[in-house]
């Protein structure tokens, strides 16, 4: 059975930090490009971020350029989301998502999701 868990999430005052882990199993993430989306209720799902499966490329939405970092680590098949600097709208719900596509910007058709992280960032 194929399952990302997402953990590292959590409540942060304004200008604070906080690294998401996206833990894989059943999946070889390293096989797999990676994106870290988030949503807040009652909007759509934002792609914030991702690394291809190939390493080569990572994006960033505007909104996290110069913030957030994205990472993997394969021997502990993790993926990781460091966001620095957070600001009160980067409240969100954040999944991280899987697919075999080597263009991570794809944000549409990602196969594999965890269950969401929240992220809390007080004023």
């Known amino acids: 059975e194929v399952q990302l868990v997402e953990s590292g999430g959590g409540l942060v005052a304004t200008g604070g930090s906080l690294r998401l882990s996206c833990v894989g199993s059943?999946?070889?993430?390293?096989?797999?490009?990676i994106a870290w989306f988030r949503q807040v209720p009652g909007k759509g799902r934002e792609g914030v971020s991702c690394?291809?499966?190939?390493?080569?490329?990572?994006h960033f939405a505007d909104s996290a350029k110069d913030r957030f970092t994205i990472s993997r680590d394969n021997a502990k098949n993790t993926v990781f989301l460091d966001m620095s600097n957070l600001k009160p709208e980067d409240t969100a719900t954040y999944y991280c998502?899987?697919?075999?596509?080597?263009?991570?910007?794809?944000?549409?058709?990602?196969?594999?999701w965890g269950q969401g992280t929240q992220v809390t960032v007080s004023s």
């Open positions: 998502a899987a697919d075999v596509n080597y263009l991570c910007t794809n944000y549409e058709y990602y196969d594999y």
């Open positions: 059943g999946l070889t993430l390293h096989h797999h490009s």
């Open positions: 690394i291809s499966r190939t390493d080569v490329t990572t």
